[in-house]
């Protein structure tokens, strides 16, 4: 059968309400669209589509899809941050790179240890491998796949993992002084956002263009 | 369907047919198998993505009729799944054979 324009909004209004990532949205939406079109041209569109509807296993089954679509991006970019570290050392050539490791030098008062021996290649490692991230999630939505798309919630997670790991506990729970001056924490995380908020604004718009999601 | 055999059945399918979407995977197999084997959307996603999580397939987008379509297709590593879940799959029918003393049926 052939959908009208309201019905093919009534499809996407639909998935829109249940499903959250772009990518299973779109998954999802070619799956429907073409399991209607398929059905015989004398359907009933409420009927096809709760047929369809019971094949995919109702909302539920749209949330099991969507869960386990997300959770296979988590794993492809941990891994990939994971990944990531042995990427470390070919990871200082590049620019924001040196301009953050020339600026912590100095900036960071001398005589800690910690700082010395943790500070300078941890903001390296940060900035390298948020770069990278931000590489290859926008690189992923334009090409519309799935495991290197980083999905909005997983990216600012992993970035923000150093910091969380590192630096909330130790400012929370213990005495001691940050590793690094306030501003250069300040800068650190300005840093994350920023990678952060250029990834998704870029990638999700490069994403809905190349699917017709936005004009 | 008993359990495991999903992820063989899509390695197959991709293997012997390159690439595929889902739904086409769907009535692949509900051709196959003469409509006996329903295989629901419900299942066949999470296993498509656990595939494609654990590296053993790959996907690109196209635009077809003005939609994104995803298809799936074997990576290397995949390629070489198929052959050892197959074989897998061939020794369990044997045995079970052997344990329920299935006879092939003459038509």
Known sequence: ?215 | MLKGTLQTIILKLLEDNGRMYGYEITQKVKEVSAGEVMLTEGALYPALHKLEGEGLLQTTSEIVDGRARKYYSLTPQGGKAVTSKMEEARAFIEQLQNLLDLKPAIK
């Not at chain 1, 949205?25 to 589509?49: F, I, N």
């Not at chain 1, 931000?134 to 919630?153: C, I, L």
């Not at chain 1, 001056?181 to 952060?196: A, E, K």
Request: net charge positive.
């Open chain 1, 1 to 215: 059968m052939k959908l009208t324009y309201q019905q093919d909004a009534a499809v996407r209004e639909y998935l829109n309400r249940y499903i959250k990532y772009n990518e299973v949205k779109a998954e999802m939406y070619d799956h429907v669209m073409t399991a209607l079109e398929h059905t015989p041209e004398d359907s009933v569109y409420g009927e096809a589509m709760n047929t369809v509807m019971n094949d995919i296993g109702g909302i539920k089954g749209l949330k099991a899809i969507q869960r386990s679509a997300k959770r296979t991006v988590i794993k492809a970019m941990v891994k990939q941050y994971l990944q990531s570290g042995k990427l470390v050392l070919s990871s200082f050539w590049m620019l924001p790179v040196i301009c953050i490791t020339g600026l912590a030098y100095f900036i960071l008062p001398t005589g800690q240890p910690f700082m010395e021996l943790f500070g300078i290649p941890f903001m390296g490692y940060l900035t390298g491998s948020g770069v990278r991230l931000w590489q290859k999630a926008t690189r992923g939505y334009t090409e519309g796949s799935v495991v290197t798309a980083a999905f909005d919630t997983v990216v600012p997670f992993i970035q923000f993992l150093p910091v969380t790991i590192l630096l909330i506990p130790k400012m929370m729970f213990f005495s001691f002084e940050l590793p690094f001056p306030p501003v250069v924490f300040v800068s650190i995380i300005f840093l994350c956002l920023l990678h952060v908020a250029t990834a998704i604004k870029f990638s999700s718009t490069q994403f809905d263009k190349a699917n017709g999601l936005v004009a």
